[in-house]
């Protein structure tokens, strides 16, 4: 049996049983002892390593708290769950059962040539078996059937989630629910400001008004009353001057009262606001490069509540503008200083608008090719509600600057490019549709770019990145004018020359979009190992994601009666052992997998070696199924994929002769190998590979047509008659195509 060291070599301190003895105790645990469920219970177990949330946190408390004894379970687990009668385990039982770890511990030890490990096995013995247990032999018993106590409570959570053919941990939830708990937060502390500003506004309106009337009964000192009355032709009487200035006192304090609460209230609740708001913003802006590897979606929807929201905060503040214009223009001179630190502040908070709120709509290509056109858009989310006190037709200019420059990149005006850009510079424009102010950037090329890797790294490993830089000219209500700075960063991108650089590019923007600290990382720093679990979760959202773009473009002639077919557990298996190298029996779904394992080491298939890496290897497959081609034979489940050629032949020798299935080459990237049942000369079963077809090979001629010309290929794994799977797929004149005895490919495919 296939086993994990890795445990052996993380915990090279003595094993304290105590920590884990009294979880459970013998023999009242609530243990279902009933054998048919015990045995194979690590099998159906394991099985569950790449499920979803509901046993997640569970699965992470399971491998924490019994880390240091999985690799024994995996061990003894023909002891465990064959021979254990776990119903009751006395002392004598349990000393027996002991006896019976070492033998097999022994046993294992003598298949084992690695030094190290036996080194391991010798430490075990001594510190577990001859020494602690040698007295307290139930306390392993213990801890096992704590273990299978846990493992019991997964799986039954497990099967009442329906969780068996459910993907890995889905952060897009927790990222959408996220978006909407924040914006419903934001929408509840806005209605009431512009609840508060619509008052204030009316209270402030009616001081104006009030203003006006009182301005013809004094003089320019603002202390005297007038002696002409312009109504009654004759100065007013001594109860008039009287009422007028009481007015005036009135009027003074009301404009006191208006210029604090702008003060002490207004200007700091839209201050906090405001910066709620553009901590959402930010936070979507973080997360755009999820889209790219299909973990988030919703992104258009979101944008126009982003837009919408800020839209209202704009109107809010020119309101408030306005408004302390007008007390300032009322203000006497103990009011003065008190209104001019509100307009300041309120001006400081609408040039921040008028310089976050400017968003890149759709990013430009995360793997730029020299001399290859490529297009996007922007957007500024305030803009429609800044016309009147800013030029919303604007010149934005894009740059390829490097992680240096981005460090610096608030501080600079005169940016420093890395590369040379063509067709860099457009005009803002207003949408009538969409009410929105967009920036459409089309025909860009880059045509040359300074490379600065480090050592150790590759031209596709250095990141980079486009920043789009605006001018936005501000007049406020008080005629003070702002030169703005809008910049705006694309997510990172990776400058190839060629083509073949292009899969070791995609692997760097994979593993930077799926694993980076998308808030206030150092440009463009990223994690270099991640679980096992978190991997494959990104992998086959990214597969989802690739196959989805095929469907939705129009171009291509792709039937959608199926649904979109991702990654399924047997998949995420079989991926997990290329990676790690283990049966999966072995595989620990919170195993750590660095970057060289992902894309620089050499995996090693079953038959033979191959000079590429596990990310060659699944990105060429996955741009065979993205392929038009191929898509809708992967979505409608006619091709098997990753199933290593011994499983398929096992699986074959059971069926009828002319059985054949779809899968996946091991040595060939992105090869498809039809492998099928047939009978020797002496009508003995055998099984046959056909050379591996490439995107290239279905060009000529598809996979259904090929098919077609193959009368010996009569059933699809298992008993799927051939014309009835792929009839609809046959075209209706079909090339002969030649198949002989020396395209048979049964070692090396």
């Known amino acids: 049996m296939d086993w994990d060291m890795s445990y052996f070599a993380n915990n090279q301190e003595p094993f304290n049983l105590s920590e884990i003895y009294g979880i459970l105790l013998l023999p009242d645990i609530g243990l279902d002892t009933n054998p048919d469920e015990i045995f194979g219970q690590w099998r159906r177990f394991s099985g569950l390593m790449f499920n979803s949330n509901p046993v997640k946190d569970m699965l992470q408390s399971y491998f924490k708290d019994f880390h240091k004894y999985i690799s024994y379970r995996i061990i003894f687990t023909d002891i465990i769950e064959g021979t254990v009668n776990w119903s009751d385990v006395t002392f004598e039982d ?18 084992t040539s690695t030094v190290a490990i036996n080194e391991e096995f010798e430490h075990f013995q001594a510190e577990i078996l ?75 309106d009616i ?106 905060i704009t109107k809010v503040l020119i309101s408030c503008m306005q408004q302390v214009v007008k007390l300032q223009q009322m203000a006497v001179d103990q009011v003065k200083d008190q209104v001019q630190c509100s307009t300041q502040q309120y001006e400081a908070l609408i040039c921040e608008v008028a310089r976050s709120a400017f968003v890149i709509e759709k990013h430009p290509p995360q793997v730029l090719l020299l001399h290859k056109i490529f297009k996007s858009r922007l957007r500024h989310l305030a803009a429609s509600e800044l016309k009147d006190i800013a030029n919303v037709r604007f010149i934005t200019t894009a740059n390829l600057i490097d992680r240096h420059t981005v460090s610096a990149i608030s501080e600079q005006i005169n940016i420093t490019p890395s590369g040379n850009m063509i067709n860099n510079q457009a005009e803002s424009s207003f949408s009538t549709t969409s009410d929105s102010i967009l920036v459409e950037m089309e025909n860009m090329r880059l045509v040359s770019s300074k490379h600065a890797v480090v050592e150790g790294e590759r031209i596709a490993d250095e990141k980079q990145c486009i920043v789009f830089h605006a001018e936005i000219f501000l007049k406020c209500p008080s005629m003070v004018q702002y030169n703005v700075q809008a910049k705006v960063l694309s997510s990172p991108v990776v400058v190839i020359s060629h083509v073949k650089q292009e899969a070791d590019a995609n692997a760097t923007i994979f593993w930077d979009n799926a694993f980076s600290e998308q808030q206030q990382r150092t440009p463009f720093e990223v994690t270099r190992s991640v679980q096992l679990y978190d991997l494959l979760f990104h992998l086959d959202q ?120 779809l899968r996946f080459s091991q040595t060939v990237l992105g090869g498809l190998v039809i492998t099928f049942r047939t009978e020797n000369d002496e009508g003995g079963v055998k099984v046959v590979h056909y050379a591996p077809d490439t995107v290239k090979d279905f060009k000529q001629c598809s996979l259904a047509d090929i098919l077609k010309k193959l009368p010996h290929l009569r059933f699809l794994y298992p008993d799927l008659k051939k014309d009835d799977v792929f009839g609809q797929y046959y075209s209706e004149f079909t090339f002969f195509r030649t198949i002989s005895i020396a395209t048979f490919y049964e070692i090396y495919s």
């Open 94 to 111: 349990a000393c027996i059962y002991m006896k019976k770890f070492a033998d097999e511990l022994q046993r294992q030890q003598n298949n």
């Open 130 to 204: 001859q020494n602690s247990l040698c007295d307290e032999p139930l306390k392993l018993m213990s801890i096992f059937q704590s273990m299978l106590k846990r493992e019991q409570d997964i799986l039954k959570l497990a099967v009442n989630s329906q969780l068996s053919h459910m993907q890995l941990p889905n952060n897009n939830n927790n990222i959408r629910d996220d978006f909407v708990q924040n914006m419903r937060k934001a929408y509840a502390q806005l209605s009431q400001i512009e609840n508060s500003t619509y008052d204030t506004s009316n209270k402030v």
């Open 207 to 312: 001081l104006e008004n009030e203003f006006k009337a009182l301005c013809q009964f004094f003089t320019d000192d603002d202390t005297s009353l007038q002696y002409n009355w312009p109504d009654q032709g004759c100065p007013p009487q001594a109860y008039q001057k009287e009422e007028l200035t009481n007015r005036r006192i009135c009027l003074e304090q009301n404009i006191q009262a208006a210029a604090d609460y702008h003060q002490s209230f207004l200007c700091n609740e839209i201050h906090t606001l405001l910066n709620n708001f553009l901590l959402v913003l930010r936070n979507w802006q973080a997360n755009q490069s999820l889209v790219t590897i299909g973990s988030h979606s919703r992104k258009s929807l979101e944008l126009r509540e982003l837009e919408k929201c800020c839209k209202r």
């Open 542 to 661: 990214l597969w989802i994601e690739e196959l989805r773009k095929i469907g939705a473009s129009k171009k291509k002639n792709i039937n959608q009666s199926h649904d979109i077919r991702g990654l399924d557990d047997d998949a995420k298996r079989f991926l997990a052992m290329k990676l790690i190298g283990k049966s999966a029996g072995s595989l620990n779904p919170f195993s750590a997998v660095n970057w060289n394992m992902f894309q620089k080491d050499k995996i090693v298939p079953m038959e033979v070696k191959k000079n590429f890496s596990f990310w060659n290897y699944f990105y060429k497959i996955m741009k065979l199924v993205t392929c038009p081609l191929i898509c809708n034979y992967w979505n409608a489940g006619i091709v098997m994929g990753f199933i290593d050629k011994a499983t398929s032949e096992r699986l074959l020798e059971q069926y009828t002769s002319g059985t054949f299935l």
